[in-house]
């Protein structure tokens, strides 16, 4: 089994350097279309089986874009949602952008995991929703050939692979990031889910 984790692909949030973590708010530019039909294209030969998506909507229309042109379903759940930003929600100033760093440069430090925006997530509220999920999975394709395609967000990934996935670098995921519509691969083995490769993307 494998577990394909595939950021959306360029939204109206990126390009207004708006925090947008909810809802059906910012939909994808028109290149973030095209990255995402990169995406599929890319995929053409790892016979996805199932698609999994972000309840937000850069992700959503990611996962349709994706799963139309495979042929497959996509099912959307909370677990693949962006870290919720509470009070910061739809800014983009510099205070807020100010404030969502030092949270996420604390949680990447690995101090201040019980740090949050007001009213938003923690890392260990992250954490709860994001790691029984993939465990979930394995536990229910694990003995099966089947190939998964998570479709969610930077942030999430950032903090969250390095929990679940074996052999991957967090400092070496924090500088080559992935980018709009790229993609970080994990393989089943007996040790757990392991670190394949990484499709960069764009940006």
Wanted: negative net charge; contains cysteine.
């Amino acid at each position: 089994m494998k577990i394909y984790f595939a950021r959306h692909g360029e939204s109206q949030a990126n390009l207004l350097h708006q925090i947008s973590n909810r809802g059906l708010v910012h939909g994808l530019t028109r290149r973030g279309r095209q990255q995402a039909a990169a995406l599929a294209e890319w995929l053409g030969e790892a016979a996805i089986t199932h698609v999994y998506s972000s309840p937000v909507l850069r992700t959503i229309e990611t996962s349709i874009i994706v799963a139309g042109r495979l042929g497959v379903e996509y099912e959307v759940t909370e677990a693949l949602r962006e870290y919720d930003c509470g009070v910061f929600e739809g800014r983009s100033d510099e205070e807020a952008w100010q404030a969502w760093k030092e949270v996420f440069d604390a949680w990447s430090e690995g101090q201040g995991w019980e740090r949050r925006l007001e009213g938003g997530e923690s890392f260990y509220d992250i954490r709860a929703r994001f790691v029984p999920f993939v465990d979930g999975l394995v536990r229910q394709y694990g003995d099966r050939d089947a190939n998964l395609l998570c479709v969610s967000h930077g942030g999430v990934y950032r903090m969250m692979l390095p929990q679940i996935l074996k052999g991957i670098d967090p400092a070496q995921l924090a500088i080559s990031r992935i980018g709009y519509a790229g993609c970080c691969v994990a393989e089943l083995t007996p040790a757990g889910l392991v670190y394949s490769y990484m499709r960069s993307g764009e940006g």
